[in-house]
C-alpha cells in the first residue's frame, strides 16, 4: 500500500492524493507550525482551566472512544499519564475490526493500566444503519470530504452512545480521538486536544 513519506497516511485514507516525491496533499496543504502553536496554546488552556473547575468525579473523569489507532492511543496516554484522569476506553465493535488492532487495544489498555470495554451493537441495526447511510444525498458533500458516509454513521453512533454512558456515569468528559466533548451541568462543550 502507498503511503506518504511525511505523515505515513495511506493511499486509502478519504480525498488523499500524492505528488511526485510521494508526499501527500495534506502535508502539501499544510500551513506551517506558527498558527498551530496559537491554537495549541489556546487548547491547552481551555482544557486545563476546564479540568481545574471539574475535578474530581469520580468513578470517571473521561470516557474515551478508543480505536486502537495512532490519533486515540496518543490521546489516551495524555489523559492518564500528563493529566492522571481517570478514563474509562470504550471501544466501539461494528464486527469489522482486526485482529491486529484487537490485539493492539488490548496491549495499550492493559500497559495503561486503563479500564477498557467493547460495546458490540446488534448486527442487524449496524446493518441497517450502514446501508441507509449510503442513500445519494444523506450527508451533504462537504462531510463526505473528510470520511466515508459509513464512516460518518458510525462516528455518530460511538459519539451519542458515549454522551448517554458519560450522563449515566456523571462522567464530565467524552473524548474522541483528538477531539473532547464536555457534559458538564446539562450543556455540552466541545474542544480539539492538542497538548503535545
Ligand atoms: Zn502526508
Redesign the pocket.
Known sequence: MKI?S??V?PETFPGISFDKEG??S??SHYQGTRNLQVLKTRFKDKFNRILMEHKPRRPYDALMAYSGGKDSTYTLRLLIENYQLKVLAITFNHGFISPTAIENINKVTKHLHVDHEYVSPQTDTIKEVFVKSLFPNFYPLSALKRASAVCISCMNLIKSYLIKKAIEAKAPLVVYGPEITFYIDNRLYQVKIAVK
Do not use: G, S
Request: net charge positive.
Open positions: 506518504c511525511k505523515c497516511l508526499q501527500c495534506y502535508c
